[in-house]
């Protein structure tokens, strides 16, 4: 795959290792505008990063160690303290101010970012280590990943002029 | 005139540039696309998609809040 592209081709190679709402973004952003420029993308899915490519996206925001989180309400940035996420459904509430903020300010649904990376040949590798440890197959996963290891990673990041960890 | 439109008036980072890069795709070298936006960031974000991209930014002004950029397929 790799093999077939020009010589002169940039990459860019992510590890991604967290699987909330927020934290989906930046990957996806990230690797969908790499493409746009040309550029050849690995994603390397691991621990809680996982979980975005599951078939089904049930991703929430946590308002746990999160104490820059403030969200617009009511004319307001409202912030929201570590003791409110022990209020049952307190992640539930914040998840659907956010969700309803992408939506008004025109922002893409991960969904979508998601779709678009597929669509744009960003290699996708599911971390086989994780996969065995949370219980998961490929069964899962969307179409497009592909199993792999540390060792995978490695050779593409020695390849690439970005690397990042996520 | 360009030889298509783009309007991605409402639409916030990176969607601009991913719908821009899908549509000059699929246009022949040579031919311009004239695209709409209002998020502000996209002026830096079409310069710098147009200089790594080898792709011609003829033309980049605003308009009351629309953002106006002419780019010519090139390569």
């Not at chain 1, 010589?7 to 952003?29: C, E, H, Q, V």
Request: glycine share 6%; hydrophobic share 45%.
């Amino acid at each position: 795959m790799a093999e077939e592209s020009k010589p002169n081709t940039k990459r860019m190679s992510m590890i991604i290792t967290k699987g909330t709402l927020d934290w989906a973004y930046p990957p996806f952003i990230l690797a969908t505008t790499a493409a746009a420029m040309g550029l050849e993308v690995t994603m390397f899915f691991t621990f809680y990063g996982l979980t975005l490519l599951k078939k089904k996206l049930d991703l929430e925001i946590s308002t746990l160690g999160n104490p820059a989180m403030k969200m617009p309400m009511m004319g307001m940035h409202m912030v929201m303290p570590n003791l409110v996420s022990a209020i049952p459904g307190a992640d539930a509430m914040a998840t659907t101010m956010m969700k309803n903020l992408i939506k008004r300010k025109g922002v893409a649904s991960i969904e979508e970012l998601r779709q678009t990376a597929v669509e744009s040949d960003v290699k996708m590798i599911a971390c086989q280590m994780t996969m065995d440890l949370f219980e998961y197959t490929m069964d899962d996963m969307i179409d497009g990943p592909v199993l792999g290891g540390a060792a995978t990673y490695i050779e593409q990041a020695t390849k690439s002029d970005i690397n990042l960890f996520i | 005139m360009a030889d298509q439109v783009l309007d991605v008036k409402g639409l916030n980072c990176p969607l601009p540039i991913i719908r821009a890069k899908k549509a000059l795709k699929d246009m022949r070298t040579g031919s311009t696309l004239q695209v709409l936006a209002t998020d502000p960031g996209a002026v830096k974000d079409f310069e710098a998609f147009c200089r790594t991209t080898g792709n011609e930014l003829v033309e980049s002004k605003v308009e009351g809040k629309v953002y106006q950029f002419l780019i010519r397929r090139t390569g």
